[in-house]
């Protein structure tokens, strides 16, 4: 059983910078992509960053978080992480971390598993 487990959100002010984690069980991790979503209140579930499954990892990103935040993964501790640097108030939300049953990035259809989501805050 797949199982995904958030952690690190918080409040902090505009312009700060925040790092959520995101810890993996259950099936061989670094065979498999990884994503990060988040979901404002009154507003539908985006995405936000994903990193591609074994061999290739490469990353994506929605333009409203690019060149502020980074995804990463270390397969060694079965954990993504999503860095979060110049962070606006618009950024807040709930976020959700993701895995699909696949190594590619598909961001056009709904991922497999889903954690229980970290709130993140930020105040202006």
């Known amino acids: 059983q797949v199982q995904l487990v958030e952690s690190g959100g918080g409040l902090v002010q505009a312009g700060g910078s925040l790092r959520l984690s995101c810890a993996a069980s259950g099936r061989t991790f670094s065979r498999y992509a990884m994503g990060w979503f988040r979901q404002a209140p009154g507003k539908e579930r985006e995405f936000v960053a994903a990193i591609s499954g074994r061999y290739t990892y490469s990353t994506y990103y929605a333009d409203s978080v690019k060149g502020r935040f980074t995804i990463s993964r270390d397969n060694a501790k079965t954990t993504v992480y999503l860095q979060m640097n110049s962070l606006k108030p618009e950024d807040t939300a709930v976020y959700y971390c993701?895995?699909?049953?696949?190594?590619?990035?598909?961001?056009?259809?709904?991922?497999?598993?889903w954690g229980q989501g970290t709130q993140v805050t930020v105040s202006s």
């Open positions: 993701a895995t699909d049953s696949t190594s590619a990035v598909d961001t056009h259809r709904p991922w497999d598993y």
